[in-house]
């Protein structure tokens, strides 16, 4: 069974950095393309970054670029996103995804609150 749960949000002042994890279960993170998307109150889910099978190529959202970084532990089976110089733009709830035999499975989110 596919199962995704994600952790390590909070509330943080701009400026300051979060470590989302994504604990996967039922399929390996190394195996497939990796997502996370995030969702503000009042807006559609928007896609933030991935990270390929190969581990090898990983693409930002414009917003986040040069400030979030998507990585995996083959070992744990998890999925991260470190987020530094955070802007209150980034709140939101954040969600980890992956297609699965061409199933879309997601998290159940974890909230990222940056205000001062």
């Known amino acids: 069974q596919v199962q995704l749960v994600e952790s390590g949000g909070g509330l943080v002042q701009p400026g300051g950095s979060l470590r989302l994890s994504c604990a996967a279960s039922?399929?390996?993170?190394?195996?497939?393309?990796m997502k996370w998307y995030r969702q503000a109150p009042g807006k559609e889910r928007e896609w933030v970054a991935s990270?390929?099978?190969?581990?090898?190529?990983?693409t930002y959202a414009d917003s986040v670029k040069g400030r979030f970084t998507i990585s995996r532990d083959s070992v744990k089976n998890i999925l991260d996103l470190q987020m530094n110089s955070l802007k209150p733009e980034d709140t939101a709830a954040y969600f980890c995804a992956v297609v699965w035999r061409s199933k879309t499975y997601w998290g159940q989110g974890t909230q990222v609150t940056v205000s001062s």
């Open positions: 039922g399929f390996t993170v190394s195996g497939n393309v």
């Open positions: 990270i390929s099978s190969g581990g090898v190529t990983r």
